[in-house]
């Protein structure tokens, strides 16, 4: 992969979400996958959270049957999901905060206050041949532990930033992007790849893609949204356009 290159990884739980909301077999998110895959899609993020809330383990055993792109497996740091981990060996997991009452993830997972246990946790992942990302706020102490316990990837929390721009709170949107850029290339500096997502929307992707240290955007509910008016492979485009004219 050029050195200037920008992954769009599709994340594809909230058609999960539409699909259990009636207890039905569709919207089938493996069919939003493969149509990601084939819109430009370099991955697939699945959450598969402790409640299956959305993503259920069968979607989890068909991903990876029909997957031709790489998985970006999320989960909470419980043995359940690890050993669920071990067994699949995705591409890639995302070790990421989980608490049952949240709508959504809230924040970045608390990584300095957990560096021993967590340390054990993904030792194993590692060791069976997927790369590991913490996701986290930008946070110069979280990036510092998340390289200390052997990580290889950190994933930035985006939502401040997008909340604020949402909001109209400029001062803080745009204190918020300073710190994602210092501390892009702050991780990138220890030798960590630095990936991004949450809440990225097209109004909001450009700023973040136009850092030279981010390899990876993970993007779902905007455009699965996005999907209902103008379809899901448009709407990956545009997303995708964006970030190639960013990256440029």
Known sequence: ??????????????????????????PDPLR???????????????????????????????LMEVLSVPLNFEMAATPEMQAIALRHKPHAVCVVPEKRE?????????????????????APLREAGCRVSIFIAADQRQIEAAHRIGAQVIELHTGAYCDAHAEGRFADRDAELES????????????????????LTYDTVQSIAAFPEVRELNIGHFLIGEAIFRGLTPAIAEMRRLMDEARA
């Open 32 to 62: 939003a996958a493969r149509i990601a895959q084939e819109a430009g899609a370099d991955g697939i993020t699945a959450h598969l959270r402790e409640d299956r809330r959305h993503i259920s383990d069968a979607d989890i055993d068909g």
């Open 1 to 26: 992969m050029p050195d200037n290159s920008l992954r769009l990884g599709v994340n594809i739980d909230h058609v999960a979400t539409v699909r259990n909301a009636r207890g039905s077999a569709y």
């Open 180 to 199: 994602l850029r210092e501390m892009s290339a702050f991780a990138h500096a220890l030798g960590l790849e630095v990936h991004a997502g949450h809440g």
């Open 102 to 122: 949240e709508r959504t993830t809230e924040g970045g997972l608390e990584v300095a206050r957990e560096e021993n246990r967590l340390a054990h946790f993904i």
